[in-house]
């Protein structure tokens, strides 16, 4: 049932050579639990008969009685191999140079970003950070979006931001939460969001996003414009009741949304196998009856072409996509946490050196006589100048005015924020010593 539902699905609406279809797996049967004296080969020459019931159209009569625990598990769609080559010559990517090296050159960015970010957080010069080593491949998943397409993020996926233009200073002016950001300071560092860049504000309880990005896809369907809504997550906010709230109304009302889910092994602890029993979260997606492909997330050719694949799917017929783009977290979840209290250096490490992202892109990339080690030298050197450049003037600003933290609840301060606000004022009038507010930019 399951890979006849997927198959015939994707079959439909991928006409490429790319597209595997598996037939359908024999059924597990539970032949102890099989009480009539019909043989499975017996029965299964007899004619099939449809259900009537209302709850599963698909489903047949049948006198053995199939107890399933497993279902034939779904592939893993590759382009490259671990060291950048193309498997298969239909899959070569038809791309221009211009936009294959600003996909990796983005990836560079990204790790330049991290690296000094995560620096300033151990010196106590911000709060938190999240990097994204290991997952940098995603950025593939960005470049094969509309700019208009409604991006949902979980958190660590900075770099589809930096794809689409968000500035280092504006990075930094977040993690600083100073007065340019274009957060106010009410959220914590890597908590980013733009309008003008259909980046909607990542917010820290997990899976909050999914059920929001359904309903603005409903949203876009109904308005009628021709883009879709993207969603992150991570496998292990697909733990959350959000998740499946989400993939459930996303499909029965057909929303054109690509839900993204980065299984990078862990939950900060917790790994893969402690968080769920099942085919990863991409066999999630066809027991909602949606589309899915479960794709290598450190192959960054994969990923674009999925992301392809999932975007017409979802803009052309209005139907949801699981992608599920399987990964490895090669930092520590965040600065937050220690990631040795629950894995080997050496585990890291190996990941690090045979399945790296970075090396495949670049690898690829260098067979095609688009970078070399001196491209890569002076990129990383002027990003690095550009990163510290935004670092320290970000530094130096001061925090948003207090005022700001009345602001943007209401669309016009209402009569309890109006009282909260002048006993504030007050407060701060009276206790100058307890609340120095000369690092906050002036009240306007
Ligand atoms: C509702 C909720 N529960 C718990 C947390 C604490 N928390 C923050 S991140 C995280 C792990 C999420 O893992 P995953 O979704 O796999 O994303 P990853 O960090 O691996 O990218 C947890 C448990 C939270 N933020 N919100
Ligand atoms: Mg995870």
Redesign the pocket.
Known sequence: MYARVSVRALARSIPSKAIKTTPAPLAYSAKAFSTSALSMDSHKKKERVKVHFPGALDSHFSQVLEIREKMEPIDTFRVMDTDGKVLDKSLEPEVTEEFATKIYKDMLTLNVMDLILYEAQRQGRISFYMTNAGEEAYIGSAAALDPEDEIFG???EAGTLLYRGFTLDQFMNQCYSNDMDLGKGRQMPVHYGSKALHFQTIS????TQLPQASGAAYAIKRSGKKNCVMCY??????S?GDFHAALNIAATTSCPVIFFC?N?G???STPANEQYKGDGIASRGVGYGMHTIRVDGNDVWAVYKATQEARKIAVEQHKPVLIEAMTY?VGH?STSDDSSAYRSKKEVEDWKRHDNPMVRMRKWLESKGWWDEARENAHKSTQRTAVLKSFAAAEKRKKPAVSEMFNDVYDKLTPNLIEQKKELEELIKKYPAHYDTSNYAKEN
């Open positions: 979980q958190y660590r820290s309880p997990l899976a997550f991570g496998e292990g906010a697909a959350e980065r990078n862990f939950a900060i977290r979840h």
